[in-house]
Structure formats: C-alpha cells, structure tokens
C-alpha cells in the first residue's frame, strides 16, 4: 500500500463514451502526476500538478481532461477516445514539484473498443 | 537532465545476488540517483536513491562510482517476487522513465 489510490482498476469503454479515472493520495503531497504506460512501452507523462495548478501538460491530446480539485485528488476525464488510447493510466504523487520520489497507484487499466 | 542507461534484461538465480547497472556519465553535481521497480501491471516501487555515498535500506543497497557516472543496484538474496522492470533515474527524470532492466529471477 502506497498511500496512492486509483479507482477503477479496469475499464471498458466505447469511443463515444465519457468516463473519468480517479486518484486520491493520504500523504499529504503537494504534486500530483498522470502517467501513460502502453503495452511495451516506457513510461509517458502525460500531466503534472504542483499546489493544484498545472504545471505540465506534455502535448496530450485534449480527449484527456485532468482536473485536481485539491491537493489529494485527481481525475482524469476521457471522451471519445481512439483504440491507441488503451493503457495502465497510473497515477502517482510526490512532496512537492521537485521531488524525484514518487509514489505511484496500482493504476488503471483501460480498454477502448 | 541527465539520461541513463541499462541493459535491457539480466537473469538471476533465486538465492543469488542480483546486481544491475546503470550508466548515467553525463549526470550533475547535485542530481540524484532514484531506482524503481515495476512488476507486471502494477505501479512502479521506489527502491532506493542516493547522491554520491553508498546507500542501504531493507530493500537493496545502492553503489555509487566515485565519479557518479555509473551505479549499481544489488538485491542481496533475489527471490521470484523481485522478478520486475528496474528503472534507474536521475534528477528531472521523472518524465523519462526508460526502458529499465527486466530481471528475471529463476528457481
């Protein structure tokens, strides 16, 4: 147990379909990450939140929402997303911006069909 | 940012130590040396860090050149559950994971 806490752990999901990934940290974290790993691939960050303010957005498409509401929580927001868009989205949190300790969720994994 | 490199898979037998390299030859004064790992599906672990001095925890020991261009993680006596993808990173790495080091350990 991480202190990281993703939900849902799978989703399904057509392409016209409007889901959300949900991640909550108990450790006090002031920064807050959504990372893309696809089949065989390394990791891709995708967004970075320092003090609930974006601080990263690293040329995602916009079918990827990410809102932080505070600074335990994170969603990411998916609509009409495209079959490469099938990955573990994994979320993962770290004291603040310019700390290299992460500590990650278990993750989601996500199907589009 | 400092990039690394590892080889791209290493075999151990179970009971044995495992030592896995990294290379990171353009690494900064003040940047430190994170490991993670990752098994099959899950979210990456951190293992370890260090700056310059060797590092142990309960989980593995971290050797660290005298130059700080290369390091070594050691998981002193590898079981099958520390079969995984170990990845070595350094300072502003947290966006370039790598291809890691798949080690398999092996009854």
């Known amino acids: 147990e991480t202190g990281v806490t993703q939900t849902p752990r799978h989703l399904v999901m057509g392409m016209t379909n409007k889901k959300s990934l949900k991640c909550e940290q108990h450790?006090?974290?002031?920064?807050m990450y959504w990372y893309k790993q696809s089949a065989k691939k390394p990791l891709e960050l995708m967004f970075v939140y320092s003090l609930e303010e974006r601080v990263e957005n690293n040329s995602v498409p916009s079918r990827f929402s990410p809102e932080c509401p505070n600074s335990s929580h994170l969603f990411l927001h998916l609509h009409t997303l495209q079959p490469e868009d099938s990955a573990l989205y994994l979320c993962?949190?770290?004291?603040?911006?310019?700390?290299?300790?992460?500590?990650f969720g278990s993750g989601t994994q996500l199907s589009v069909l | 940012d400092a990039k690394t490199t590892q080889p791209p898979s290493m075999d151990c037998a179970e009971g044995r130590a495992a030592n896995l390299p990294c290379n990171h030859s353009t690494i900064s004064g003040n940047e430190y040396v994170y490991w993670y790992r990752q098994i099959h599906s899950q979210g990456p672990q951190y293992i370890i860090h260090g700056l310059k001095n060797n590092e142990t925890n309960e989980m593995a020991s971290l050797i660290i050149t005298e130059d700080r261009k290369s390091s070594t993680l050691i998981l002193p006596h590898a079981t099958l559950r520390d079969t995984a993808v170990y990845y070595c990173?350094?300072?502003?790495?947290?966006?370039?994971f790598g291809d890691g080091t798949t080690l398999t350990v092996k009854p």
């Open positions: 450790l006090g974290h002031n920064a």
């Open positions: 993962a949190s770290s004291q603040d911006y310019f700390s290299e300790k992460l500590f």
């Open positions: 990173i350094v300072m502003g790495g947290k966006s370039t």
